[in-house]
């Protein structure tokens, strides 16, 4: 079975991250530019801190492509770290709470944490970003699109528009990834607030994707069930805590009859996606029996604050055993809209994943073949 793996190497001041993607078919369009785009945007966003006034994310595509396609084989990303200072870097013996520092230390038996948060930072996605702008391309190829915007952070929620083009229009223009400008004002303000007071701020980031045809993932295993796989994806992003798909949490609130999204057929609606199989609800969020039903996909992330804080929080040292303030590296207040980039990138990885072992062949021709084969054959159901 064909199979999309995308895997990460690099330290947060090391020369570089580096993303290795192997089981993307050969002759696939690969824009640089959109790459490039993605990790800008994952870089910006307000109440981030002074790291991204450093680095200037640009991808180095060094295998698997010639004359701008995909070649069969691995392909490797690289961004490279301006601030490359891993040997000098100095060490760490006070534990942030709620950073990777003290359970890498105990772990890997590493006293000093400057090896364990290194690779433990989110400076890895970087990686992720790139590889995720390319699986953006190869849905794209069969008319799927995905977008993660930001819907809170902090104290406050955001509205964000039912038609997801207006949606995209309004996150595009806003300094914090979301679809709401008043939300926004209040949000920079709550932002402000905890940058005076040496505090963080976390949010919740919605991921929509369309056009993906139903039967993406498998009911016949528990290790290939989609929903599953989407949540582990997303569940991997540094500092989030929750995953959930559709109405999530708020089913269990509910009788099955205001949950479950009633089947109806409209011959006028046959198209790629749907096949004529219609819905006046989408609580499930597009996905039954770990796997998709024709509508939207709809998932959503809560991430926790960031662990370091410029008023730190009690801790110890790790040497002496007695009371020390946490360790402060220089960090953002509020990573949100950064981490909305990152969302995006690790859906669209799942689910081009899932197209290719679908549909996948050597070559995206073979790829798009064995695609309209099985919507042929959907259609006479």
Not at 37 to 47: E, K, N, T
Not at 306 to 328: D, F, M, Q, V
Request: aromatic fraction near 2%.
């Amino acid at each position: 079975m064909a199979q999309l793996i995308v895997r990460t190497a690099g330290e947060s001041h090391g020369p570089a991250i580096v993303a290795l993607v192997e089981g993307l078919p050969a002759g696939l369009a690969v824009d640089r530019a959109a790459i490039d785009a993605d990790l800008a945007r994952r870089q910006g966003g307000y109440g981030r801190g002074g790291r991204q006034q450093i680095e200037k994310d640009r991808v180095e595509i060094l295998s698997g492509l010639r004359r701008g396609r995909t070649l069969p084989g691995p392909m490797v990303l690289v961004i490279r770290n301006r601030d490359s200072r891993l040997d000098e870097a100095g060490e760490v013996s006070r534990p942030r709470p709620g950073h990777a520092d003290l359970a890498g230390a105990i772990g890997f038996l590493e006293p000093d944490m400057r090896n364990i948060l290194e690779r433990a930072s989110a400076r890895e996605t970087a990686g992720r970003v790139a590889a995720g702008a390319v699986a953006k391309m190869l849905l794209a190829e069969f008319g799927a699109e995905v977008m993660a915007c930001v819907i809170r952070i902090g104290p406050v929620a955001a509205e964000a528009p039912a038609d997801l083009a207006e949606r995209r229009r309004r996150r595009d223009a806003s300094d914090l990834c979301t679809p709401d400008p008043e939300a926004e004002k209040a949000m920079k303000a709550a932002i402000d607030a905890a940058r005076d007071a040496g505090d963080t701020l976390g949010g919740v980031i919605e991921c929509v994707a369309t056009g993906l045809p139903p039967g993406l993932g498998t009911h016949t295993q528990w290790t290939g069930k989609l929903d599953g796989r989407l949540a582990r994806a997303v569940m991997s992003i540094q500092a989030v805590k929750g995953v959930e798909i559709g109405l999530g949490f708020a089913a269990a609130a509910r009788p099955g009859s205001q949950v479950h999204d009633a089947i109806g057929y409209d011959a006028k609606a046959r198209g790629r996606a749907t096949l004529g199989f219609v819905r006046p609800t989408n609580n499930a969020g597009g996905l039954e029996g770990g796997m998709t039903n024709g509508q939207p996909v709809v998932l959503r992330a809560a991430m926790k604050p960031i662990s370091t804080l410029k008023r730190p929080l009690a801790s110890i040292n790790l040497k002496t055993k007695k009371g020390e303030e946490a360790s402060y590296e220089r960090s953002d207040i509020c990573a949100v809209a950064a981490a909305a980039v990152i969302v995006e990138a690790a859906v669209a990885t799942e689910l081009a994943g899932a197209m290719i072992e679908k549909f996948g062949g050597d070559s995206l021709r073979q790829m798009k073949d064995a695609y309209e084969v099985w919507r042929r054959a959907a259609q006479e159901l």
